[in-house]
């Protein structure tokens, strides 16, 4: 647990002068979007001291402030990052303002504004945008009361988050939401934990606004806005309480609950890489060792939310500029963007991908907030599609990942970024082998990860269940892959022909026993160039004794394919 009094006091500092501001009582809501609730008194006012002062016969004409109450308002991405790396505990909802609304801090504004209260010479020394909202004394007396309420140790507010899971429609506990107590001189964290709780300690003051930011250790997720793009440099956060004091506080968040498609689309992002890690991590399978960044893009102008990932920009940490620009494009337009504002943006996001501190994405979702779908078991099964690429990638590393970006971004490029054209290229083009045992890998999983979560996935897909001779998986998979002229090169099933018990597919040979996902896994590398390959690892490794009935079932792949030689 961190408390904002403490942390300030150590903060960096600027040696260079800034232009004093005048101080001002009357807080301009710069975020014109963000719904601010009644004004609250500020604490510890000069104004208000003086007056003591003076009450007492004292006088108060040298007394100046020690302690200011101040808004940022960074006026650029460079701004926006030089604010961000001094690790300051800002607020981005007025410290003298009521929450009265549950939604996204950051609100529609092409910037955004951070509240925070600061010692008056490191306020000084930050040569940023900003303006002072109030000035202070804090008598040195007050200043030690404020430290020893820092230090101790006490629990005060506790609750806990559950989600509806968009397959069982039942409320699951939600893990890996940072909730983040603000007030004044007070600054708190906690992470919910397996069972959805979280723990924070008293607020100075006795309450505190509360806010979900979507962010831990294993990911984080930004949102795209074609209005405000300096959103992209931070991760979602939204406000849900004023002045909370209770305890054993339940935050059941569900559809149609008062709040955004966004907030649940956002959170059910996160829900569906909890069920990926549990599964991952009992059948030892990787995620990457740094953090994630998810781009949640909000789009208002798509007919219906599409997926697309971007594979991995930021983690693989060596896509040229052509590239990430490429792929940027490609994905917004194949996410039914509008044309125009694409063009206008996608150099500046390009940009920032390659630059210092990388805002590059390594899952993107597109979703419009005017919509009326909601998260279902084909988001749930993309989204654990997404996070099948993740786990490719911490197995076979930026290397061979690099080559997969090239094979896309070469293919938009050749095809003129025309959103009907095949997304992956064709599987005569260099590198397609790359993408080829990617996406095979990454589907199938998917679905692999969907039936251990879900049971038996007729309750869920019965439409689905055509072919009485396959696993209704497997009719998901060969149904996809029989509709889809963009990546019929792309053999679907292969890893589900590995493990199951020798259902034959038409014009696929498959007589090989039965393994398990968790040792394909281990086949993966980087010197993996195609699904041959990786089936020779297989045969190898795993099928030592049935040498014969996996070749079969390579030159059927290869056949029906034709992509073992690229």
């Known amino acids: 647990m961190k408390h904002l009094f403490l942390l300030v006091l150590m903060g960096l500092l600027f040696n260079t002068a800034c232009k004093k501001e005048q101080p001002s009582s009357n807080l301009t809501n710069t975020n014109l979007s963000l719904p601010f609730g009644k004004q609250k008194p500020v604490p510890f006012k000069l104004s208000d001291y003086k007056k003591k002062l003076m009450a007492q016969g004292i006088d108060a004409n040298d007394v100046t402030a020690n302690y200011v109450y101040c808004r940022f308002t960074p006026k650029d991405e460079k701004e926006l990052e030089r604010l961000l790396s001094l690790n300051l505990q800002l ?15 950051w609100g529609n504004e092409e910037t955004p504004s951070y509240y925070i209260v600061l010692e008056k010479e490191e306020y000084d020394n930050i040569s940023i945008s900003k303006t002072i909202l109030e000035e202070m004394f804090i008598p040195e007396e007050e200043q030690e009361k404020i430290k020893a309420h820092a230090r101790v140790a006490s629990t005060g507010l506790t609750g806990k988050l559950t989600i509806k899971d968009p397959v069982t429609q039942t409320q699951k506990p939600l893990s890996g939401v940072k909730v983040i107590g ?19 300690p008293n607020p100075y003051f006795g309450g505190a ?21 300096l959103s992209i440099f931070v991760p979602i956060t939204y406000w849900v309480n004023y002045q909370y004091t209770n305890t054993n506080r339940t935050d059941n968040i569900m559809p149609n609950d008062g709040r955004s498609r966004e907030f649940f689309y956002a959170f059910s992002f996160l829900h569906g890489w909890n069920q990926f890690k549990s599964y991952a991590n009992t059948n030892n399978i990787q995620t990457p060792t740094t953090k994630l960044n998810i781009w949640l893009a909000k789009n208002p102008t798509a007919e219906a939310d599409r997926f697309y990932a971007v594979p991995m920009l930021r983690a693989s940490n060596g896509v040229n500029q052509t590239s990430a620009e490429a792929i940027i494009k490609q994905a917004l337009l194949a996410s039914n963007w509008d044309p125009i504002l694409v063009d206008i943006i996608t150099p500046t996001l390009a940009n920032w991908i390659g630059g210092t501190v990388s805002v590059g994405p390594d899952v993107f979702f597109s979703y419009n907030p005017i919509g009326t779908n909601w998260p279902d078991y084909n988001y749930m099964q993309t989204v654990i599609h997404e996070y099948g690429h993740v786990s490719h990638f911490a197995i076979a590393g930026p290397s061979m990942w690099n080559k997969i970006v090239e094979q896309i971004a070469t293919a938009a490029i050749a095809n003129n970024f025309d959103p009907l054209s095949p997304r992956y290229g064709y599987g005569t083009e260099p590198n397609a082998a790359y993408t080829a045992l990617s996406e095979s890998w990454a589907e199938d999983l998917s679905w692999e990860i969907m039936k251990s979560l879900y049971g038996d996935l007729t309750v869920y897909f019965p439409y689905y269940n055509t072919y009485n001779s396959f696993s209704a998986v497997q009719d998901l998979i060969r149904l996809n892959t029989n509709t889809s002229y963009q990546s019929n090169w792309i053999p679907y099933g292969v890893h589900f022909d590995l493990t199951d018990n020798g259902e034959t597919e038409i014009g696929i040979t498959d007589n090989v026993g039965i393994t398990s996902f968790g040792q394909l896994y281990q086949q993966l590398s980087a010197n993996n160039d195609s699904i041959g390959s990786y089936l020779t690892n297989v045969k190898t490794n795993i099928y030592s004794g049935s040498i014969s009935q996996v070749d079969d079932l390579i030159n059927s792949y290869d056949t029906k394919y034709h992509i073992r030689g690229n």
């Open 182 to 200: 603000s007030d004044w001189f007070y600054y708190a964290e906690s992470i919910t934990d397996a069972n959805g709780n979280y723990q924070l």
């Open 209 to 229: 606004n509360i806010y979900y930011r979507l962010d831990n250790n294993q990911l984080e997720m930004r949102l795209l806005d074609g209005n405000a793009i």
């Open 91 to 105: 607020s981005p909802y007025p410290l003298d303002r009521e929450i009265i609304q549950s939604t996204n801090t």
